[in-house]
């Protein structure tokens, strides 16, 4: 007689899904996404200067009155914040503004205490408040439980960007490694531990490469569509994201319709009848339909004039062509000068997912080859960045009359996680060695980001 405890089959299916190797990727990207908001929000005394001052101010008021308003003043909230914490890098030192009477007078704040968070939807804040409402009931400080949610954003972030990468056919060690990078990087530093707007922007790069990676199937088009508009919606930076996923889908759709051509030209009429083109333009059609819906209500509701921005140089062919670079070698960096506030770690970090990043997408350019998968998303993901900033900038002049002038290199954040996806699709699937190395410099910097200095 056998003496083996018999284990039903469904409980042990179970234990191996649960158990098994490809679980150990997303658990531990996951938990590290997670670690760095454990780690980073607690230090944080100061507001960021990435304007997290009228992100709290809109982050406070969501519960109660869903948006803000063009010409609304910021609330004492936002601005006890301001002057009791100090604002980081710019005036770190809490000031008078700390006290009740002095916050009550707008001369004392940026744009004479008018918000500018007006042109953004109140998604972000209404979900970010959502799920930080239990922290707030076990105690922990509204902006405090603001940015830990930002860890929750990084964390499904790195979730779709392996999920993405393992549809692609890439090794969950390769996979995993440029999770930690992304994990790890000055864009998730400064955006998901602080409230910020930027927090979405990884989600948004690593959700739309997920779902183009089922649109290229012909399958999950209204999701495609649905998560253009979303991610628009969350910031309307995040459209560089839907540019490279879209731009990715056509490609392979163009491919497809000139291998298969009947006559020279012919291509042409099949690309545009192929369903997968038809769902990547009706998805930036709703993604811009939905932004400019936006932006009617943001008029139609506004008490007061936008606060002024200050002169800019008219967006001509000159701006343009500085702008086109701007997100290749700025998107992955972080803000102000690395070496004297971020010290050795910030170095670590920089150069690590900095180089990884620029060398993924122009390698892969290089080396793979015409027609195949990879090449279209290298060449998608380096279009994007070269048109995304001067696109936006045009449109912002188009619709609000001013743009920044240069844009913050920051809005290029929603295609780090592209950039390191062709990274990861540039380690040579048969040798394990490269994996391996490109997976210690994930863990290194992943590291390294824990010890950035809070302020």
């Given amino acids: 007689m056998s003496t083996d405890t ?134 922990v400080g509204l902006v405090d439980a603001g940015r830990f949610v930002g860890a929750i954003w990084l964390a499904a972030a790195a979730l779709l960007l392996y999920l993405a990468l393992r549809r692609l056919r890439v090794h969950p060690v390769a996979a995993t490694a440029v999770g930690l990078l992304m994990v790890g990087s000055l864009p998730a530093y400064w955006s998901n531990t602080y409230i910020s707007t930027d927090a979405t922007a990884l989600f948004a790069g690593g959700l739309m490469l997920y779902l183009a990676t089922f649109v290229l199937e012909r399958r999950a088009r209204i999701l495609f569509v649905a998560g253009a508009a979303f991610v628009t919606l969350l910031k309307v930076q995040n459209l560089a994201a839907v540019a490279a996923a879209v731009l990715f889908v056509v490609l392979r759709a163009g491919v497809a319709a000139y291998r298969e051509r009947g006559s020279r030209w012919g291509w042409v009429g099949a690309l545009f009848r192929d369903s997968r083109t038809i769902t990547s333009i009706v998805a930036v059609v709703v993604a811009v339909v939905a932004q400019v819906a936006w932006l009617a209500y943001s008029t139609a509701t506004a008490v007061g004039p936008a606060p002024d921005m200050g002169k800019v140089r008219p967006l001509g062919i000159t701006s343009i062509i500085l702008q ?59 279009a994007a960045a070269v048109i995304s900033a001067p696109l936006l900038s045009a449109v912002t002049y188009v619709t609000l009359g001013t743009y920044p002038d240069p844009p913050p290199a920051r809005y290029g954040i929603s295609l780090v996680p592209l950039f390191l996806a062709c990274a990861a699709l540039l380690v040579p699937a048969r040798r394990p060695v490269p994996r391996w190395i490109l997976l210690g410099v994930g863990a290194v910097t992943f590291l390294a980001s824990l010890f950035l200095p809070q302020g």
């Avoid at 503004?97 to 009550?104: D, G, Y």
């Avoid at 050795?344 to 920089?350: F, M, Q, T």
């Fill in 6 to 139: 018999a284990t039903t089959p469904g409980r042990r299916g179970f234990r191996e899904r649960v158990f098994s190797r490809a679980s150990i990727g997303p658990v531990l990207l996951v938990l590290a996404a997670l670690l760095v908001g454990i780690v980073q929000v607690p230090g944080h005394k100061g507001v960021s200067p990435v304007d997290e001052y009228v992100y709290i101010d809109y982050f406070a008021k969501v519960a109660t009155q869903g948006t803000v308003h063009r010409g609304e003043q910021t609330g004492t909230f936002a601005r006890q914040e301001l002057g009791c914490r100090g604002l980081r890098l710019l005036q770190p030192a809490p000031d008078a503004r700390c006290e009740l009477k002095n916050a009550e007078n707008k001369e004392l704040f940026p744009f004479h205490g008018a918000t500018s968070a007006y042109i953004y939807t109140p998604l972000y804040f209404a979900i970010t408040r959502v799920l930080a409402e239990p922290l707030v009931w076990a105690g």
């Fill in 324 to 382: 086109s670079g701007l997100f290749i070698d700025g998107a992955t960096k972080g803000v102000g000068d690395i070496t004297t506030f971020l010290k050795g770690p910030g170095l670590i970090v920089n150069y690590a997912v900095s180089w990884i990043a620029v060398a993924g997408v122009i390698g892969l350019l290089i080396v793979a080859r015409w027609g195949r998968k990879r090449n279209a998303i290298a060449l998608a993901t380096f």
